[in-house]
């Protein structure tokens, strides 16, 4: 059962253009969101993450939206660079377990 | 900034061996984590870890895993009796407080011959 669907699975974007990603979730107990940034050879680093009370929050040039309704949530890269070019997951978190997305591959062109 | 340690970072083994993944937790985190990642595929719940004892454990982690934590520090994973589906990017994860937020290592590549 795929839990947590995530899209688009690449995306190319000039330099200082928005990024978006999109996932949505099919369990409504789920209570945590957060997105995580991986380059190659490494592992998923914690980007931002959200709580389903909150609809939208912001850190530096990445904010998550949330739509608790449509059990979906977003992520929007401003002014994207290109040291931003790595994978992003979202991920949706129950009892201490995090159920990922497949993962988006961005690549910011100078 | 501390940061979760693991190694071997690259693993090759033989089908049928027994295998160790080693893990050195954020020293002040309580909750552990295994993931593993086959190549081209998402990230996938394994086991966590709280107390000296499992929290919880996917269809995945079957007899043929264990975690340990032998010491104040480490915490291992093992695959007993290794299989060819077993080869992929297996990952460490702690936390100080059940979920939020996890904090990752590098990552083991287990390479299964």
């Known amino acids: 059962q795929q839990q947590v669907k995530q899209s688009p699975q690449s995306l190319i974007v000039q330099k200082g253009g928005i990024s978006i990603i999109n996932c949505a979730y099919e369990?409504?107990?789920?209570?945590?969101f957060p997105w995580y940034q991986q380059f190659p050879g490494k592992g998923p680093a914690l980007l931002i993450a959200?709580?389903?009370?909150?609809s939208e929050k912001k850190e530096g040039r990445f904010t998550i939206s949330f739509n608790k309704s449509a059990k979906q949530f977003s992520l929007h890269i401003m002014d994207s660079q290109p040291g931003d070019s790595a994978t992003y997951f979202c991920?949706?978190?129950?009892?201490?377990?995090?159920?990922f997305g497949a993962g988006t591959t961005v690549t910011v062109r100078a | 900034e501390p940061e979760v340690t693991q190694t071997p970072s690259h693993q090759v083994t033989q089908m049928g061996q027994e295998v160790i993944l080693r893990c050195v937790p954020i020293?002040?985190?309580?909750?552990f984590y295994w993931y593993r990642q086959i190549l081209g595929q998402k990230v996938e719940f394994l086991v966590s870890?709280?107390?000296?004892?499992?929290?919880?454990k996917s269809e995945i982690f079957d007899d043929q895993f264990s975690v340990e934590r032998p010491d104040g520090s480490n915490f291992t994973l093992k695959i007993r009796s290794t299989k060819l589906e077993d080869s992929a990017m297996y990952f460490c994860?702690?936390?100080?407080?059940?979920?939020?937020?996890?904090?990752f290592g590098d990552g083991t590549r287990l390479s299964i011959l």
């Open positions: 994860a702690s936390s100080t407080r059940g979920v939020e937020p996890q904090h």
């Open positions: 020293s002040n985190h309580l909750y």
């Open positions: 991920a949706a978190s129950i009892n201490y377990k995090l159920s």
């Open positions: 959200i709580r389903p009370d909150v």
């Open positions: 369990n409504t107990a789920f209570d945590y």
């Open positions: 870890f709280y107390n000296n004892e499992i929290s919880e």
